[in-house]
């Protein structure tokens, strides 16, 4: 199994709702990473995660709450979202070392904040 | 501070026209240059990565070298299946494993 696989793949929720996007990898990479990305830009890093440690939080707002539960699993909690934070949410893993071909992206959750 | 620009913003090209893009850096202490491939609404594809100046890769029709100030990615005889955002990104020391991507070229090949 060479991917990361996130869920969902759409989603809309309200500025009070509270959701969750998951992402999933079983390549056996220790580090994980949640980006952004707006219309038309590039990824931006908002969590970096070595070893189910969180060891990057790039200022990111306290609405957004990642949680690594264990070696293959890598959430982002939501809360309190607004219409700014509409995005590309991408996940991402890779080896320790984080070069070469381990370094691999999912699919992306497209999520519209309403 | 890290800069990575890739140019041209976007390419337009007929269907066997060959050309290149280009991904110029300004860091301290590469890692790592990377190219990715992104279609509309999806993730980053991992194409390759360049370690040091002078390496060169190829993966069909795409070919990937890189100096010590920018990397570039010559694609030979495009197909319109090769349109895309094509995206640069480079790994540094003081970072970790994070990657710093530039904006991407959006190369658009008509048949």
């Known amino acids: 199994d060479t991917e990361v696989t996130q869920t969902p793949k759409h989603l809309v929720m309200g500025m009070t709702n509270k959701k969750s996007l998951k992402c999933e990898q079983h390549m056996g990479h220790r580090a994980m990473y949640w980006y952004k990305q707006k219309a038309k830009k590039p990824p931006e890093l908002m969590f970096v995660y070595s070893y189910e440690k969180l060891s990057i939080n790039e200022s990111v707002p306290s609405r957004f709450s990642p949680e690594c539960p264990n070696s293959s699993l890598l959430n982002l909690h939501l809360h309190a979202l607004q219409p700014e934070d509409s995005a590309l949410y991408l996940c991402?893993?890779?080896?320790?070392?984080?070069?070469?071909?381990?370094?691999?992206f999912g699919s992306g959750t497209r999520l519209t904040v309403v | 501070e890290d800069q990575v620009t890739q140019s041209p913003e976007a390419l337009r090209l007929q269907e066997g026209e060959s050309s290149s893009l280009n991904c110029s850096y300004t860091?301290?202490?590469?890692?790592?240059l990377f190219w990715y491939r992104q279609d509309p609404g999806k993730g980053p594809e991992f194409l390759f990565t360049l370690y040091s100046a002078g390496e060169e890769k190829e993966k069909e029709r795409l070919k990937a070298t890189l100096t010590k100030k920018e990397s570039f990615l010559h694609i030979t005889a495009p197909k319109p299946e090769d349109s895309a955002t094509y995206l640069c990104?480079?790994?540094?020391?003081?970072?970790?494993?994070?990657?710093?991507f530039g904006k991407g070229t959006t190369l658009s090949v008509s048949s």
């Open positions: 990104a480079v790994q540094v020391n003081q970072a970790g494993t994070a990657l710093i």
């Open positions: 991402a893993s890779s080896t320790q070392q984080g070069l070469g071909y381990g370094y691999t």
């Open positions: 860091v301290s202490g590469l890692r790592g």
